[in-house]
């Protein structure tokens, strides 16, 4: 399969704390996506970094990429209750494939 | 920024019948258009690329006679799926693209369809 694998599959962290999520993915790339989803809702585009860059920052977000390793993170710093969804990596080289996923709840 | 807007939001129907989603991109035109499929608690799987004017190419697994899919302008896709069964229930998310949808282009999501079949 080509989709992406995100861990952890779930993280709970209490607001204020950081978290990240790790995507891992097997073929060559052309830019790697993050997405937000809110339960039942759909997907909300984040940030992008393509694959000549290392690192990316957005507001509360740093997304790095590792292209040796073919893997990315995603940095949340100061989380809030609100950043509560699920984030899905996206690897775009000739398609978009998704990861699986990971589950984000943040404790008021 | 692009829209992309779906219709209807959500529908139950029975077992059977069948049920039509469109895809809209309101303030661009798509020259590609992808449908995709989420199970609860899951990612979300390609079913299918559309190009205006042409034959959906399906992912493998997909039933083309299943799920089928009509990109008859450059604003408009439409998903049907046929005979519906209870399997089918599922969150189906369109997007569109004003290139191919690869390399470094960006896909703009709607925000999803809920099926239900009883």
């Known amino acids: 399969s080509q989709q992406g694998e995100e861990d952890p599959q779930a993280l709970s962290i209490q607001e204020g704390e950081n978290a990240t999520m790790n995507c891992s993915y097997k073929t060559s790339i052309n830019n790697l996506q993050w997405y937000r989803q809110n339960s039942g809702r759909g997907l909300v585009h984040l940030i992008l970094i393509r694959s000549n860059e290392r690192e990316k920052h957005s507001g509360r977000l740093r997304v790095t990429l590792d292209t040796s390793k073919k893997s990315s993170s995603l940095l949340i710093t100061a989380s809030r209750a609100a950043d509560t969804a699920s984030y899905f990596c996206?690897?775009?080289?000739?398609?978009?494939?998704f990861g699986t996923g990971t589950s984000l709840t943040v404790i008021p | 920024g692009a829209v992309v807007s779906q219709h209807p939001s959500r529908v139950i129907c029975k077992s059977g019948t069948s049920v039509k989603i469109e895809c809209r991109s309101l303030?661009?035109?798509?020259?590609?258009m992808f449908w995709y499929r989420q199970f609860p608690k899951q990612s979300l799987m390609l079913m299918a690329t559309s190009n205006e004017g042409s034959k959906a190419t399906y992912e493998q697994g997909v039933e083309k006679d299943k799920f089928l899919i009509n990109h008859a302008s450059l604003t408009l896709s439409t998903l049907t799926v046929t005979s519906a069964h209870p399997e089918d229930s599922s969150f189906y998310i369109c997007?569109?693209?004003?290139?191919?949808?690869?390399?470094?282009?960006?896909?703009?999501f709607g925000p999803g369809t809920r099926l239900t079949v009883l």
């Open positions: 997007s569109a693209a004003q290139g191919a949808g690869g390399g470094t282009d960006t896909q703009y």
């Open positions: 303030d661009f035109q798509a020259t590609t």
């Open positions: 996206a690897t775009v080289g000739n398609q978009f494939y």
